[in-house]
């Protein structure tokens, strides 16, 4: 079994960072790529940010500039520095990795965690 556990989420300022978090649970020996996704109400998910695990970053249109993604792959853990929030930032943010490897030799693809709520408003 894998988990994936966010934290960092909360209300901020518009300008303002925050820090989100994301770790694997688990024995695990190898995760491919990890990421971030935000879903607001009424709208579809949207990508944020993916790394994968020789470091390689991909960035949405919206955040690219403001947001940096990073991961050690010793703690299995995912981060996500958001500088210069904006109002439309606002949502709920979703941890993602997929081809997880588990020590049992089991790889878990498209793996969620249960999200975290990014609010930006003064």
């Known amino acids: 079994q894998v988990q994936l556990m966010e934290s960092g989420g909360g209300l901020v300022q518009p300008g303002g960072s925050l820090r989100l978090s994301c770790a694997v649970s688990?024995?695990?020996?190898?995760?491919?790529?990890m990421g971030w996704w935000r879903q607001a109400p009424g709208q579809g998910r949207k990508l944020v940010a993916t790394?994968?695990?020789?470091?390689?970053?991909r960035y949405g249109d919206s955040v690219l500039g403001r947001f940096t993604l990073s991961r050690d792959n010793a703690k299995k853990t995912v981060y996500l520095q958001m500088n210069n929030l904006k109002p439309e930032d606002t949502a709920v943010y979703l941890c993602?990795?997929?081809?997880?490897?588990?020590?049992?030799?089991?790889?878990?693809?498209?793996?969620w965690g249960q999200g975290t709520q990014v609010t930006v408003f003064s």
């Open positions: 993602g990795a997929d081809r997880i490897l588990h020590s049992s030799g089991i790889v878990y693809g498209d793996s």
């Open positions: 688990g024995s695990i020996l190898s995760i491919n790529v």
């Open positions: 790394i994968s695990e020789d470091g390689s970053t």
